[in-house]
């Protein structure tokens, strides 16, 4: 239960982004890169200063690393792009469709038993995913397609992220995975930066992009990592619905944004289905140990 409740207050402060990203005018893909390069740098010098710069070898499962990488800069660059066009409310909800693929395709590619607890959590959490998308965004507009478009890419890729990470979890050490993760993907997205319009902060926007790179991306990508090897991927991904509605609540209360009441039942809904979680479904090791039994 603890590391379930640990996953779920990770996931809320991941509300913090959304807000972060609103309140920059800087572009998806800068805003990405530097998200990226800020968490790689931090990582790196914690490890140099604990005189640990061995942990960034990594000495097999090279091919899968690349992968993992390679979407995390596609999720993140479609996320915030989605932000951008259709606010907060709409790109995290249309994104994390992504759990419900996790939750159907995980046991089929990792050592995972299909968790009853997260078919039953399904049920609420996709009931107040719907009604957020239905409502037709935060302040009940229009979605442009595009927008849908780059949320199913998000989507996408965060399934390949969460299982191709999930597989890397037993192999290598979650400061190492979470290094490369930030520099493959930093390598990944930087020739097309030249396409990004501007390219740097504003003097008042510096400070949040720091949080953004080193709390939010470098601090909080190495704890997920960690947490992504004690839970399952299926829990993993139906507890992340609690940063969307975590974003819904910070960007009204923060900056302002309305959101009806489609947002605030289906936020009630998904909370329910993180409760379930948090509560019934056990460890990833317990699981397994379930798994092991049965057969």
């Given at each position: 239960m603890r590391w379930n409740l640990a996953v779920a207050g990770l996931a809320t402060s991941w509300g913090f982004i959304s807000v972060i990203v609103v309140g920059v005018t800087l572009g998806p893909l800068p805003l990405t890169?530097?998200?990226?390069?800020?968490?790689?740098?931090?990582?790196?010098?914690?490890?140099?200063?604990?005189?640990?710069?061995?942990?960034?070898?990594?000495?097999?499962?090279?091919?899968?690393?690349?992968?993992?990488?390679?979407?995390?800069?596609?999720?993140?660059?479609?996320?915030?792009?989605?932000?951008?066009?259709?606010?907060?409310?709409?790109?995290?909800?249309?994104?994390?469709?992504?759990?419900?693929?996790?939750?159907?395709?995980?046991?089929?590619?990792?050592?995972?038993?299909?968790?009853?607890?997260?078919?039953?959590?399904?049920?609420?959490?996709?009931?107040?995913?719907?009604?957020?998308?239905?409502?037709?965004?935060?302040?009940?507009?229009?979605?442009?397609?595009?927008?849908?478009?780059?949320?199913?890419?998000?989507?996408?890729?965060?399934?390949?992220?969460?299982?191709?990470?999930?597989?890397?979890?037993?192999?290598?050490?979650?400061?190492?995975?979470?290094?490369?993760?930030?520099?493959?993907?930093?390598?990944?997205?930087?020739?097309?930066?030249?396409?990004?319009?501007?390219?740097?902060?504003?003097?008042?926007?510096?400070?949040?992009?720091?949080?953004?790179?080193?709390?939010?991306?470098?601090?909080?990508?190495?704890?997920?990592?960690?947490?992504?090897?004690?839970?399952?991927?299926?829990?993993?991904?139906?507890?992340?619905?609690?940063?969307?509605?975590?974003?819904?609540l910070l960007t009204w209360a923060i900056l302002g944004q309305a959101f009806g009441w489609q947002v605030a039942v289906g936020g009630v809904l998904v909370v329910a289905a993180g409760t379930l979680i948090v509560v019934f479904?056990?460890?990833?090791?317990?699981?397994?140990?379930?798994?092991?039994?049965?057969?």
């Amino acid at each position: 239960m603890r590391w379930n409740l640990a996953v779920a207050g990770l996931a809320t402060s991941w509300g913090f982004i959304s807000v972060i990203v609103v309140g920059v005018t800087l572009g998806p893909l800068p805003l990405t890169l530097f998200r990226l390069v800020l968490a790689a740098i931090a990582l790196a010098a914690l490890l140099a200063v604990r005189g640990r710069l061995d942990l960034l070898r990594v000495p097999g499962h090279r091919g899968l690393l690349v992968v993992s990488g390679l979407a995390l800069a596609v999720h993140w660059w479609a996320y915030f792009e989605t932000i951008k066009l259709a606010g907060a409310a709409v790109a995290n909800f249309v994104v994390y469709t992504a759990p419900i693929l996790v939750a159907l395709v995980a046991p089929f590619v990792l050592p995972e038993a299909r968790s009853r607890v997260v078919l039953a959590a399904l049920v609420p959490g996709v009931g107040g995913l719907a009604l957020i998308a239905f409502a037709g965004g935060a302040g009940g507009g229009h979605v442009r397609p595009l927008a849908l478009a780059t949320g199913g890419v998000g989507a996408a890729s965060y399934v390949v992220l969460v299982l191709s990470t999930k597989g890397l979890t037993a192999r290598l050490p979650a400061i190492t995975i979470t290094f490369w993760n930030c520099a493959i993907a930093t390598v990944a997205l930087l020739p097309f930066l030249p396409t990004a319009g501007r390219v740097l902060p504003h003097a008042d926007e510096w400070p949040w992009v720091v949080l953004l790179g080193v709390v939010f991306t470098g601090l909080s990508g190495f704890l997920y990592i960690s947490l992504l090897g004690r839970v399952t991927a299926q829990a993993m991904g139906i507890l992340s619905y609690i940063e969307p509605v975590s974003a819904a609540l910070l960007t009204w209360a923060i900056l302002g944004q309305a959101f009806g009441w489609q947002v605030a039942v289906g936020g009630v809904l998904v909370v329910a289905a993180g409760t379930l979680i948090v509560v019934f479904e056990p460890a990833a090791a317990d699981a397994l140990t379930q798994e092991q039994l049965v057969t």
